[in-house]
């Protein structure tokens, strides 16, 4: 007769529950690597300067190799070197905005009653007689803090994400750690 083993399941060869996914709010965006988050706006922009870089910087660069190149010795031609440099800058920026661009989500105008991205929400620094400030909340794509535009992923924006009109928010920076308060939204 064969011999049969009782096997005893433990909680460390137990198979693992797996949680059901949570289910997003309306407004939460699912991050997936890839897509890149912009305004209209921002997406018309990204491919303006593509559209410049391929019918006018690629004809400028191409001209200015070939003028490097009729100077004859290219080993030590500074000209030549430089034009190649910019050429592959120019080449490489292509390729990033046309992965941009295919990858684009368009980030749509939300009336939330939270910050989100696309939304517009003033801030005001807790302690201090500043002025509040009022940022747009954008993708990494778009962010330019001259324009008071800033990224869903820095400090501040990563901060004020989901919060409403009243709730105070904790933000560390390098400089050490702010408290503001929102005091709109839009």
């Known amino acids: 007769m064969a011999k049969t083993t009782k096997k ?18 309306e407004t939460e965006l699912p991050i997936n690597k890839d897509e ?8 018309k922009k990204l491919q303006k300067e593509l559209e410049n870089l391929k019918t006018t910087k690629r004809k400028e660069v191409t001209a200015r190799l070939q003028e490097a190149i ?3 010795d290219l080993s030590e031609n500074s000209e030549y070197e430089e034009a190649k440099n910019e050429q592959a800058f120019i080449e490489g ?45 954008v993708g990494t794509t ?34 050490g750690t702010f408290k503001f308060e929102i005091t709109k939204l839009k």
Do not use: W
Request: no cysteine; glycine share 6%.
């Open 36 to 43: 890149v988050l912009v305004t209209r706006l921002g997406l």
């Open 93 to 137: 920026r292509i390729i990033d905005l046309e992965g941009k661009i295919k990858n684009a989500k368009i980030i749509k105008d939300t009336h939330a009653k939270t910050v989100q991205i696309g939304s517009r929400v003033t801030i005001r620094q807790i302690g201090t007689r500043k002025d509040p400030e009022t940022y747009l909340i």
């Open 142 to 175: 778009e962010a330019d803090p001259f324009e008071n535009k800033i990224s869903n992923e820095s400090p501040i924006g990563s901060a004020v994400i989901d919060k409403s009109i009243g709730e105070k928010v904790e933000v560390e920076v390098p400089a």
């Open 8 to 25: 005893t399941i433990t909680k460390k060869t137990a198979p693992k529950k797996v949680a059901p996914k949570k289910a997003l709010k």
């Open 70 to 72: 009729s100077y004859g």
